[in-house]
Nanobody, 123 residues
Framework: HVQLVESGGGSVQAGGSLRLSCAVS????????MGWFRQAPGMEREGVAR???????GYADSVKGRFTISKDNAENTLNLQMDSLKPEDSAMYYC??????????????????RGRGTQVTVS
């Protein structure tokens, strides 16, 4: 049974930081393309960051230089360090995983395995 559980969301003032984590069970993340996407009310899903099986990363232009995606294969967790947060970063954040032919940021929001999300609010 595959399960992804996000944590670490919350409310923070602009300029602050949050660290999201995603605990994965049911499979080993080192065999998957992993990523984070977000969705605000009335908005489309936006791929935020992705990390490939070998550890290469990719980011949306809107978060580049502020967000850092990482994974801990031993702990089977995915992380997203978010710094210099802006009000426009407010959204529900989801972690996701799949095994596409190409680990593309644009596909993260459509990955077949995803968690229930964690809310991030920046004021």
């Amino acid at each position: 049974h595959v399960q992804l559980v996000e944590s670490g969301g919350g409310s923070v003032q602009a300029g602050g930081s949050l660290r999201l984590s995603c605990a994965v069970s049911g499979y080993m993340i080192n065999g998957y393309c992993m990523g984070w996407f977000r969705q605000a009310p009335g908005m489309e899903r936006e791929g935020v960051a992705r990390i490939s099986r070998v550890g290469t990363t990719g980011y949306a232009d809107s978060v580049k230089g502020r967000f850092t995606i990482s994974k801990d294969n031993a702990e089977n967790t995915l992380n997203l360090q978010m710094d210099s947060l802006k009000p426009e970063d407010s959204a529900m954040y989801y972690c996701a995983a799949d095994r596409p032919r190409v680990c593309a940021l644009s596909d993260v929001g459509e990955f077949g395995n995803r968690g229930r999300g964690t809310q991030v609010t920046v004021s």
